[in-house]
C-alpha cells in the first residue's frame, strides 16, 4: 500500500509543473548526493522539478555539474553565499552565481554569538547586504536573505527583522521567507507575508510537525520536517498569497531523513492547492 501511495504521488507531481514552477533546495538531498550525483539529479528530474537552489558541485567540477543539470532538464535558478564572502570577497559570489548560471544569490546565516542575536548584528548585517548587493545588482543579479527565526527577536516596536526589512534597500536586497523558520520562531507565517509581500522574491517551502515546541535560536530537530499540508505552518493559504502576489521561486527543503518518501507527496499535495 505504501509502495502504490508513492507511485500515485509521483504520478500527480508530474503534472505540477504544468501548473507551477517548484523546486528544491540541494540541502535536502545533502545525504543522496555523496553517493551518487546523477542518480540523485536522475530522482530529482523523475519528480517533475525543473528548478534548483544550491551552489555546490559534490565533488564534480562545475562544468560537469551543470552538463548533468542539463541532461536532466535541470536548472540552478539560485545559489547560496556566505555571509563572509558578501562582506569581504563579492566578487567570489558573482563568480560563483555565473558559472551556474543563477539569477539569484541567497545568504542563509548571519554569524552571531551563540543564541544571542543582537542589534549590532542586525545593523551589520543590512551594511553588508546593501552593499553586497549594490554590487550584485550591477551584475544583473538579485539578493536574498533567508531568515532563520532568530531575528524575530524583539526590537523597539517590532522585531530586528522589522528592522531589517525596514532599513534593506528593496532595489539592493530582499528575502527568501522559510515558511517553517518563520512559524518555529513564533511567528504567523501568512501575517509575516503579506507585511512584506513585495520583499519575499522566493521561497522555502517546508511544514512543521503538529505539536513542535517553538525556539527563535535558529536550530529544531530536522524531524519535524513532514509532507507540506501535514503540519502548522499553514502552507496553503501562504501558496494561495504567494501566487497571487507574484512569487516565482518556490523551492520544497525538507531536512528529514524521509525526504526521498516525503518530496513526492509534498508535490502531489501542492497540485490540489486552488
Not at 555546490?56 to 562545475?62: E, N, P
Not at 502552507?235 to 524521509?258: P, Q, R, W
Request: aromatic content about 10%.
Amino acid at each position: 500500500m505504501k509502495k502504490l501511495t508513492v507511485v500515485l504521488a509521483l504520478f500527480c507531481c508530474t503534472m505540477v509543473a504544468k501548473t507551477q514552477t517548484i523546486g528544491i533546495q540541494l540541502y535536502s538531498l545533502r545525504d543522496q548526493f555523496p553517493k551518487n550525483v546523477p542518480g540523485t539529479l536522475e530522482l530529482i528530474k523523475s519528480w517533475g522539478i525543473t528548478e534548483l537552489e544550491g551552489g555546490g558541485t559534490y565533488g564534480l567540477s562545475v562544468a560537469e555539474f551543470n552538463r548533468l543539470c542539463a541532461k536532466n532538464g535541470l536548472k540552478v535558478v539560485s545559489v547560496g553565499a556566505d555571509f563572509n564572502d558578501l562582506d569581504k570577497d563579492v566578487n567570489k559570489v558573482i563568480q560563483n552565481a555565473n558559472a551556474f548560471g543563477a539569477k539569484f544569490v541567497m545568504c542563509a546565516w548571519i554569524p552571531h554569538g551563540g543564541d544571542n542575536f543582537t542589534f549590532s548584528d542586525a545593523e551589520h548585517a543590512v551594511k553588508v547586504f546593501n552593499a553586497a548587493g549594490e554590487k550584485l545588482a550591477k551584475e544583473g543579479l538579485f539578493l536574498c536573505y533567508h531568515a532563520h527565526g532568530y531575528e524575530f527577536v524583539s526590537h523597539d516596536k517590532g522585531t530586528l527583522f522589522d528592522y531589517m526589512a525596514e532599513n534593506m534597500n528593496p532595489k539592493l536586497a530582499n528575502f527568501e521567507m522559510d515558511v517553517y523558520w518563520v512559524k518555529q520562531s513564533g511567528q504567523n507565517p501568512l501575517a509575516v507575508f503579506k507585511k512584506y509581500t513585495n520583499r519575499f522574491l522566493m521561497m522555502h517551502l517546508k511544514d512543521r510537525a503538529l505539536g513542535t515546541p517553538d525556539s527563535s535560536n535558529g536550530q529544531a530537530d530536522e524531524e519535524t520536517n513532514v509532507v507540506l499540508g501535514k503540519g502548522d505552518v499553514g502552507i496553503a493559504d501562504l501558496m494561495k498569497a504567494a501566487k497571487k502576489a507574484g512569487v516565482k521561486h518556490y523551492f520544497i527543503e525538507d531536512e528529514s531523513s524521509h525526504v526521498v518518501q516525503q518530496v513526492p507527496l509534498s508535490l502531489a499535495y501542492l497540485k490540489r492547492i486552488k
